[in-house]
């Protein structure tokens, strides 16, 4: 990573993200974590050294959380798990 990028990292808190922040911070890596959640921003900051308030259903909150962003690592998964396989 080139050490004047600026990261955003959206789903820090979820399994990959996690590895993916604390492999961040032994590199020393310059990164930021965003959340659409204002109350969890504190609590991110304390985690993680920066925090942003991003909303991806709102394309109002994009200039403030991107400025001097240079990348973005984002991971979802918001799907819904099935116990038995689709039919097919």
Avoid: H, W, Y
């Avoid at 990292?9 to 959640?37: D, H, I, N, Y």
């Avoid at 920066?50 to 400025?67: G, K, M, N, Q, V």
């Avoid at 798990?81 to 689709?86: A, L």
């Amino acid at each position: 990573m080139n050490s004047s990028s600026n990261l955003l990292v959206l789903g820090a808190t979820g399994q990959v993200g996690k590895l993916v922040t604390e492999t961040l911070k032994r590199r020393r890596a310059s990164f930021s974590v965003g959340s659409r959640r204002r109350a969890n921003l504190e609590e991110l900051a304390d985690q993680f050294g920066t925090s942003r308030f991003i909303d991806l259903d709102d394309p109002r909150t994009f200039d403030e959380a991107l400025e001097n962003i240079t990348n973005i690592f984002s991971v979802s998964a918001d799907f819904e798990c099935r116990q038995t396989p689709p039919v097919g």
